[in-house]
């Protein structure tokens, strides 16, 4: 338990050299885009970011439905692996998306269904640490988790159609830019690269730091048990 | 409009974006060091006060001594026959924790 | 076992399915009868929000037609919040909850009954605020459809806030925590009955501006309410 096992060194490694070479494509590689310039570089990343946070997403909801039907801890450590991997990376896809709308639609934020939805998310994960916070207990912790966590799962993709809702029936302008169309470029081949190769490294790096975390869980799991056992 | 023969210099957000992501990435790299070392130290602490409450709880029963016993000197003593019941009672448990 | 017992069964189970949820709905509304504690504080809570209201938001008539909607929803989320908070910290420390739980009925029947409650309290509630709202700001609120949308509105709302404010009473922050955990949450509810609310009230063409959103609601109430009395249980359980 405490050392780490090879296969994590190993995929550590290829998670780090899979970034560089996905940074690489993005900034070098991927041609120049003829409307926006250099900013839609930004999109390589905030798509593979998205895509980190929403894998989360789905894995959190997920096991919180495991956990309620199992009731093993284990599930539960994973479950929270997922949220916090999500709250970090949605974060980071709000922060690039705003930075990419600033000079293409010169605000720094649209309420377009995709990043409102997000920053809705991120405050459904922080409930979900400060409600984990309130409660001593590991079990009844862990069984307010998984029920939070389903909920969340449940509404946010509601929340989202609904936005979308909005957009659809009462369009709205926002400095003379129709977002809904989240500044749609042509794709060429060098971007396409680029693009998907990011998606993939993302994919490769949600593993490894899913892993990771899951591990520290563990550690952070066991020091409570005795902590307890001590105290009792 | 200027802007149709070269696309607009834009790279100062671009840069700002791929900052943000590095720094806020390495940010929470760093708490995994972080929170990982905190409770490896607690773990080892944790780990070295167990075996020495059960050195306790195994030698002598009469004067129970643990981390969570506050009872002060006499008290212990006016209790002694329910403590030895407990202590007893105790030992063999932990004891089967530890083995698993 | 015959076919004949089992269905006897089943209608044995049935009747004490709703008997209990009865009893738990009898149990709140006597209660809150008697003392009127908490419908008071309710009430009192939406007059002071709609008052700060008026002078926050500076309801001239034209703008009046297109806020109206969104005030009075603000004001029934939090009126709401209160009652949820009020509703289950009562149980918990005259250790009701406990009692509820040893007697021998299916969790769910606790669950129905105490969401039906906190809904009784804020139609109550929405029953008051509506005319004084009407009364103050010239506007007639009370068209059937509106009705149907405050009615769709609180269902979702309370279905997912009985659960929710079951959890958090049991945590060490208790009150402040449930409206962090709610309103994310609650949202979808929050934007369809404000946006049905409004089409009633502009008069707009029901089809494209008001279905969607009773849809939505209708949706939103039925999947929720479903999930809350499903997982109530682990969350109750000791």
Same mark, same amino acid.
């Not at chain 1, 338990?1 to 996905?22: E, N, R």
């Given at each position: 338990?405490?050392?780490?096992?090879?296969?994590?060194?190993?995929?550590?490694?290829?998670?780090?050299?899979?970034? $560089?070479?996905?940074?690489?494509?993005?900034?070098?590689?991927?041609?120049?885009? +003829?409307?926006?310039?250099?900013?839609?570089?930004?999109?390589?990343? %905030?798509?593979?970011?998205?895509?980190?946070?929403?894998?989360?997403?789905?894995?959190?909801?997920?096991?919180?439905?495991?956990?309620?039907?199992? %009731?093993?801890?284990?599930?539960?450590?994973?479950?929270? =692996?997922?949220?916090?991997?999500?709250?970090?990376?949605?974060?980071?896809?709000?922060?690039?998306?705003?930075?990419? $709308?600033?000079?293409?639609?010169? @605000?720094?934020?649209?309420?377009?269904?995709?990043?409102? @939805?997000? +920053?809705? @998310?991120?405050?459904?994960?922080?409930?979900?640490?400060?409600?984990?916070?309130?409660?001593?207990?590991?079990?009844?912790?862990?069984?307010?988790?998984?029920?939070?966590?389903?909920?969340?799962?449940?509404?946010?993709?509601?929340?989202?159609?609904?936005?979308?809702?909005?957009?659809?029936? %009462?369009?709205?302008?926002?400095?003379?830019?129709?977002?809904?169309?989240?500044?749609?470029?042509?794709?060429?081949?060098?971007?396409?690269? =680029?693009?998907?190769?990011?998606?993939? +490294?993302?994919?490769?790096?949600?593993?490894?730091?899913?892993?990771?975390?899951?591990?520290?869980?563990?550690?952070? $799991?066991?020091?409570?048990?005795?902590?307890?056992?001590?105290?009792? | 409009?200027?802007?149709?023969?070269?696309?607009?210099?834009?790279?100062?957000?671009? &840069?700002?974006?791929?900052?943000?992501?590095? &720094?806020?990435?390495? &940010?929470?790299? &760093?708490?995994?060091?972080?929170?990982?070392?905190?409770?490896?130290?607690?773990?080892?602490?944790?780990?070295?006060?167990?075996?020495?409450?059960?050195?306790?709880?195994?030698?002598?029963?009469?004067?129970?001594?643990?981390?969570?016993?506050?009872?002060?000197?006499?008290?212990?003593?006016?209790?002694?026959?329910?403590?030895?019941?407990?202590?007893?009672?105790?030992?063999?448990?932990?004891?089967?924790?530890?083995?698993? | 076992?015959?076919?004949?017992?089992?269905?006897?069964?089943?209608?044995?189970?049935?009747?004490?399915?709703?008997?209990?949820?009865?009893?738990?709905?009898?149990?709140?509304? /006597?209660?809150?009868?008697?003392?009127?504690?908490?419908?008071?504080?309710?009430?009192?809570?939406?007059?002071?929000?709609?008052?700060?209201?008026?002078?926050?938001?500076?309801?001239?008539?034209?703008?009046?037609?297109?806020?109206?909607?969104?005030?009075?929803?603000?004001?029934? /989320?939090? /009126?709401?919040?209160?009652?949820?908070?009020?509703?289950?910290?009562?149980?918990?420390?005259?250790?009701?909850?406990?009692?509820?739980?040893?007697?021998?009925?299916?969790?769910?029947?606790?669950?129905?009954?105490?969401a039906i409650s906190n809904l009784v309290f804020m139609l109550i509630v929405e029953?008051?605020?509506?005319?004084?709202? !009407?009364? #103050?700001?010239?506007?007639?609120?009370?068209?059937?459809?509106?009705?149907?949308?405050?009615?769709?509105?609180?269902?979702?709302?309370?279905?997912?806030?009985?659960?929710?404010?079951?959890? *958090?009473?049991?945590?060490?922050?208790?009150?402040?925590? #449930?409206?962090?955990?709610?309103?994310?949450?609650?949202?979808?509810?929050?934007?369809?009955?404000?946006?049905? !609310?409004?089409?009633?009230?502009?008069?707009?063409?029901?089809?494209?501006?008001?279905?969607?959103?009773?849809?939505?609601?209708?949706?939103?109430?039925?999947?929720?309410? *479903?999930?809350?009395?499903?997982?109530?249980?682990?969350?109750?359980?000791?």
């Open positions: 338990m405490q050392t780490k096992p090879t296969a994590l060194k190993i995929l550590d490694i290829v998670s780090v050299l899979l970034l $560089a070479a996905a940074t690489y494509l993005a900034l070098f590689y991927a041609p120049e885009e +003829a409307v926006m310039g250099q900013v839609q570089r930004v999109f390589y990343f %905030h798509i593979g970011t998205a895509w980190v946070g929403l894998l989360g997403f789905l894995l959190a909801a997920i096991m919180g439905i495991v956990y309620l039907v199992t %009731h093993d801890q284990k599930w539960d450590i994973v479950e929270m =692996a997922a949220v916090e991997i999500s709250l970090v990376f949605f974060l980071i896809t709000i922060m690039l998306g705003s930075i990419w $709308a600033r000079p293409v639609w010169n @605000t720094w934020w649209t309420w377009d269904p995709r990043l409102t @939805t997000a +920053a809705i @998310t991120e405050l459904i994960y922080i409930a979900y640490f400060m409600l984990r916070a309130g409660i001593e207990d590991p079990d009844r912790r862990a069984r307010f988790g998984a029920v939070y966590t389903l909920i969340g799962g449940v509404s946010a993709p509601i929340t989202f159609m609904v936005i979308r809702l909005v957009r659809s029936i %009462h369009p709205v302008i926002i400095a003379g830019n129709d977002p809904s169309s989240q500044g749609t470029f042509a794709m060429t081949g060098g971007m396409q690269v =680029a693009f998907f190769f990011g998606l993939f +490294a993302f994919t490769v790096i949600f593993i490894d730091l899913f892993w990771n975390r899951i591990r520290l869980g563990n550690l952070a $799991a066991k020091v409570e048990q005795l902590k307890l056992n001590i105290t009792n | 409009m200027f802007f149709l023969d070269t696309p607009p210099d834009t790279s100062s957000y671009m &840069i700002l974006g791929y900052a943000v992501f590095f &720094i806020v990435t390495a &940010i929470y790299l &760093i708490s995994f060091f972080v929170r990982s070392r905190n409770l490896k130290q607690d773990l080892s602490m944790l780990e070295s006060m167990k075996p020495e409450s059960k050195v306790m709880e195994s030698k002598t029963p009469v004067n129970k001594v643990t981390a969570s016993s506050t009872t002060k000197v006499n008290k212990a003593k006016a209790k002694q026959p329910a403590k030895t019941k407990t202590t007893k009672a105790k030992a063999p448990a932990s004891k089967t924790k530890k083995k698993k | 076992m015959t076919s004949k017992t089992l269905i006897t069964d089943n209608k044995v189970k049935n009747a004490s399915f709703s008997k209990a949820i009865a009893a738990v709905v009898w149990k709140d509304l /006597a209660a809150e009868f008697r003392s009127r504690e908490l419908f008071s504080a309710m009430l009192v809570f939406s007059l002071l929000v709609i008052l700060i209201f008026n002078f926050a938001l500076e309801l001239d008539i034209k703008t009046r037609q297109s806020v109206t909607a969104g005030v009075l929803w603000v004001t029934f /989320a939090f /009126a709401g919040t209160l009652g949820l908070n009020r509703s289950m910290a009562v149980e918990k420390d005259r250790g009701c909850l406990d009692g509820l739980l040893l007697a021998p009925v299916d969790r769910a029947a606790i669950y129905f009954g105490k029953a008051i605020v509506l005319p004084v709202y !009407s009364f #103050l700001y010239a506007i007639n609120l009370f068209q059937p459809g509106l009705l149907l949308v405050i009615l769709l509105g609180s269902i979702g709302y309370v279905s997912v806030g009985t659960l929710l404010a079951s959890m *958090a009473v049991q945590t060490r922050t208790r009150d402040v925590l #449930l409206p962090i955990l709610l309103f994310p949450v609650v949202i979808p509810v929050l934007i369809s009955a404000v946006k049905a !609310s409004g089409g009633y009230l502009t008069g707009g063409d029901f089809t494209t501006e008001i279905l969607p959103w009773i849809n939505v609601l209708l949706v939103y109430d039925l999947i929720f309410t *479903a999930i809350a009395f499903m997982t109530f249980d682990y969350v109750v359980e000791e």
